[in-house]
């Protein structure tokens, strides 16, 4: 009985979840009124608060609409984790084609998702901030702008390391991404200010494992 209640209770917890991701995407969707390709950056003030999990989700959502094709771009050169959450054992990645290694279609890195596409590291180089701010990335922008409907960067902690405002001048906005009980006040703040200076727009902030502040309400993910 116990176990069968706990399998209840995980479905409905992984239904909400599901459902919250899709908010996001909605959410998203509405603030970027624009037409052709939109460029959605993620970070975070401190690392492990769950970015690129909420990144590859939202995602994973945005994917799900009809006609939409999606590209994610593993844009942390140091700690990179989104070819993780795939089946996917890519070859080549980011740092190969900023480095003149490859074509942009040695890079891309098909999912078992329909419309759901991946770029991932490819290897962590000695100087990651040159080459996201080399006019290679801006390039590689420009080719991604005439395949997909979105770009997702998945990028560094903003207030750890500097590798994420050249991306976010580039970006149509950026989402901040932190976690309930974890992130200060202090963090979020410095993050938002960092992000302004650099005159970048910020879409909104996902608060993540938010569930014990009122999931009967549905706001496991909350912010917009």
């Known amino acids: 009985m116990a176990k069968k209640l706990n399998e209840e209770r995980s479905r409905a917890l992984n239904f909400q979840v599901e459902e919250s991701y899709k908010k996001a995407r909605t959410n998203l969707v509405y603030s970027l009124i624009k037409k052709g390709c939109k460029k959605i950056l993620f970070t975070s003030p401190l690392k492990g608060e769950g970015k690129t999990t909420t990144t590859v989700n939202v995602s994973k959502a945005l994917a799900q609409q009809v006609n939409t094709k999606v590209v ?12 993780t959450h795939f089946d996917a054992t890519p070859k080549l990645g980011l740092a190969h084609f900023l480095n003149n290694e490859c074509s942009v279609e040695d890079i891309i890195t098909h999912t078992n998702l329909d419309n759901l596409d991946i770029i991932s590291f490819g290897v962590i180089p000695p100087n ?9 990335m801006s390039e590689l922008i420009a080719e991604l702008e005439e395949m997909y409907d979105y770009i997702i960067f998945d990028t560094p902690p903003v207030n750890v390391v500097v590798d994420v405002l050249p991306i976010a001048k580039l970006a149509d906005g950026v989402v901040l991404v932190i976690t309930h009980n974890k992130s200060t006040t202090t963090e979020f703040n410095k993050a938002v200010s960092v992000l302004k200076r650099n005159e970048s727009k910020i879409l909104g902030v996902i608060v993540n494992k938010a569930s014990s502040v009122d999931t009967s309400k549905g706001s496991y993910y909350k912010g917009y």
């Open 128 to 136: 990651p901030s040159e080459l996201l701010s080399s006019t290679g």
């Open 72 to 83: 994610i771009v593993d844009c942390d050169l140091r700690r990179p984790s989104v070819h």
